[in-house]
Antibody, heavy 116, light 108 residues
Framework: EVQLVESGGGLVQPGGSLRLSCVGS????????MNWVRQAPGKGPEWISS????????YYADSVRGRFTISRDNAKNSLYLQMDSLRDEDTALYYC?????????WGQGTLVTVSS | EIVLTQSPGTLSLSTGESATLSCRAS???????LAWYRQRPGQSPSLLIY???RRAAGIPVRISGSGSGTDFTLTISRLEPEDFAVYYC?????????FGQGTRLEIK
């Protein structure tokens, strides 16, 4: 069974940083493109970043480009999101999702709250 | 960026009825790389349809997708209590994935 488990969320002040992690199991993690998607309270999902299996092709949404960095460690079956210069509007539940074109498996999410 | 607009915003129906949800793209979706997801309260989105009309594993035949180009439809026949949720369309034909704003399907 495919499982994705996110961690690292929490309360952070505006301008602060946070690093999210996602561990995958039940599939060959190193073979799959992976994504981060977030969902603000009461809103729809917003895709924010993708990384291919070998970390060669990386994409970002305009809303996070230059502030967030996606990375992965295939030896640890792990996906990461380094979030810097956080803003109030980054408050959301952050999901990692496996990219089978489309996003065929999602984790349960980790909550990030940006507030002073 | 391809903008997806879903309608209606809310759909109120009774169990046993049929639901028709619409998703319109601001430009043609290639291939078509168009998916539909269902999100129940407190859960993450779950894939229903991909490639505009292909059912994901375990999705019943009463749930179907259609469309091409810029206009896509999700149809749910014989509504059951577990169908009442929020539905999102998503395009994945470009490197920048986008979602629609969602349609809430509620019990009348």
């Amino acid at each position: 069974e495919v499982q994705l488990v996110e961690s690292g969320g929490g309360l952070v002040q505006p301008g602060g940083s946070l690093r999210l992690s996602c561990v995958g199991s039940g599939f060959s993690f190193s073979s799959w493109m992976m994504n981060w998607v977030r969902q603000a309270p009461g809103k729809g999902p917003e895709w924010i970043s993708s990384i291919d299996s070998r970390s060669i092709a990386i994409y970002y949404a305009d809303s996070v480009r230059g502030r967030f960095t996606i990375s992965r460690d295939n030896a640890k079956n792990s996906l990461y999101l380094q979030m810097d210069s956080l803003r109030d509007e980054d408050t959301a539940l952050y999901y990692c999702a496996r990219d089978g074109r489309p996003l065929d498996h999602w984790g349960q999410g980790t909550l990030v709250t940006v507030s002073s | 960026e391809i903008v997806l607009t879903q309608s209606p915003g809310t759909l109120s129906l009774s169990t046993g009825e049929s639901a028709t949800l619409s998703c319109r793209a601001s430009q043609s979706v290639s291939s078509p790389y168009l998916a539909w997801y269902r999100q129940r309260p407190g859960q993450s989105p779950s894939l229903l349809i991909y490639g505009a009309s292909r059912r994901a594993a375990g999705i019943p035949v009463r749930i179907s997708g259609s469309g091409s180009g810029t206009d896509f439809t999700l149809t749910i026949s014989r509504l059951e209590p577990e169908d009442f949720a929020v539905y999102y369309c998503q395009q994945y034909g470009s490197s920048l994935i986008t979602f629609g704003q969602g349609t809430r399907l509620e019990i009348k």
